[in-house]
């Protein structure tokens, strides 16, 4: 009760509340990873790693649309903003469909690709993904327009309405299949529209000027590129472990990715807050860096606390999250979280320079995107050889982000 009166007494601001939020669902998301790697096992966890990989997949993708509109929900006003905004969503209502037609379309060739017992479960998945691009369309306008509140309703109600209908699914009617995880992804898509503004979207023709048009096109094409090096980095070696290895090894390897990406998923929270934060003070014409150090400097703490943690206690963290069968990956899981926290740290400055509209750091993620996959098809004798392959590719890429900003404030000084 004295906690409750402290919050109530206590201020908190809305990027605050939304930080909350952000661990919350993410806490949420990882509850639910972790429920079902313990209800199916690793070789029926590697299909729902599928799904789930194939979930993050689409969230980059969508991504595009959301920082594109959240960008220029700060940029443009009045009338200029509501062409913008009625452009969008109709061009990502049409990505949506034909991404979601293409899913449905080759779901039997999917199956085949990545050993899944199902191909059912892309034809339910590629339905709802128009939902998610119109949901995302939403977040940004939320998310340029600071609106934490309303950002902060979409991703809970899509995480809670997914974790309790998926679990109800399969404890009402004791079906442990890939099918019942996409049918629960479905729904929370329509969950994760609320609240959802009907005002923005006109089927009227809308008519933008060739100045803030390219302004948009060179925007979206460089964080399309971007939200693409995204994909390759943190979704590459789930597949090509799915691909490569039996199910019972993808499985094991789908727990380590789960528990290793603890950083990078709480890094995200900052990129959401760090791009419109960064816009506006350019648009005031403050020094934008003081915010990056801010973050790296989360970030890089928040890393290293999860690597140390790993490194100290690996098989007490992989029971508790997943229990002893996926103990295997216990030497594993500190090396893991050294990939994914220099990724965490250079994802930073690259959606720092996103937001100044600088491209090289973004061409940057992309080729060393690119390589860790090339190591990786290359170098798989075993999960050890596919995680070394990252550590290599994420410590370069570091390095040469870092490299690039002091080279960047020193010519910028001079």
């Not at 807050?273 to 150090?293: R, S």
């Not at 690259?350 to 937001?355: C, E, F, G, I, N």
């Amino acid at each position: 009760m004295q906690l409750l009166s402290i919050i109530k007494t206590r201020k908190i601001s809305p990027e605050q509340l939304f930080m909350l939020s952000v661990l919350a669902v993410n806490g949420g998301n990882y509850l639910y990873n972790l429920i079902l790697g313990r209800l199916l096992g690793p070789e029926q966890f590697a299909d729902a790693a599928v799904l789930i990989t194939f979930l993050l997949v689409l969230s980059f993708v969508a991504m595009t649309f959301q920082l594109v509109t959240a960008k220029f929900s700060v940029v443009f006003e009045s009338n200029v903003f509501s062409s913008f905004i009625s452009k969008v969503y109709k061009n990502a209502l049409l990505v949506g469909i034909s991404l979601g037609v293409l899913i449905i379309g080759f779901s039997n060739q999917l199956q085949a690709i990545f050993n899944t017992s199902s191909s059912s479960m892309f034809v339910i998945f590629g339905i709802g993904v128009p939902l998610y691009f119109i949901m995302s369309v939403n977040r940004g306008v939320f998310q340029g327009k600071k609106a934490f509140k309303s950002l902060s309703i979409t991703y809970q109600g899509e995480m809670l309405s997914r974790l309790l209908i998926t679990l109800g699914l399969i404890f009402l009617f004791n079906i442990q299949s890939s099918v019942v995880i996409a049918i629960g992804i479905l729904i929370s898509f329509i969950f994760g529209l609320y609240p959802f503004k009907t005002k923005h979207i006109s089927f009227k023709m809308t008519f933008i000027n060739p100045a803030h048009s390219k302004q948009i096109r060179n925007f979206f094409i460089l964080t399309a590129f971007y939200e693409l090096t995204q994909i390759i980095i943190n979704n590459s070696d789930i597949l090509l472990v799915k691909h490569y290895f039996e199910s019972y090894e993808a499985g094991l390897y789908a727990s380590l990715a789960l528990i290793g990406r603890i950083v990078y998923f709480i890094a995200w929270m900052f990129v959401m807050l760090l791009l419109p934060t960064v816009i506006q003070l350019k648009k005031e014409g403050k020094d934008t860096a003081p915010i990056l150090f801010k973050y790296v400097g989360y970030i890089a703490t928040i890393a290293l606390i999860i690597v140390l943690t790993c490194a100290i206690f690996p098989k007490l963290m992989i029971t508790l999250l997943f229990g002893e069968c996926y103990l295997p990956m216990a030497p594993l899981l500190w090396k893991y979280a050294i990939a994914t926290g220099m990724f965490a740290v250079s994802n930073i400055f690259a959606y720092y320079y996103l937001s100044l509209d600088k491209y090289v750091p973004v061409i940057i993620s992309g080729v060393f995107g690119m390589l860790q996959m090339v190591l990786v098809i290359f170098y798989h004798e075993s999960l050890e050889q596919v995680v070394h392959m990252q550590i290599i590719a994420m410590i370069l890429l570091l390095i040469i982000q870092i490299t690039f900003f002091k080279l960047n404030t020193k010519n910028s000084l001079i």
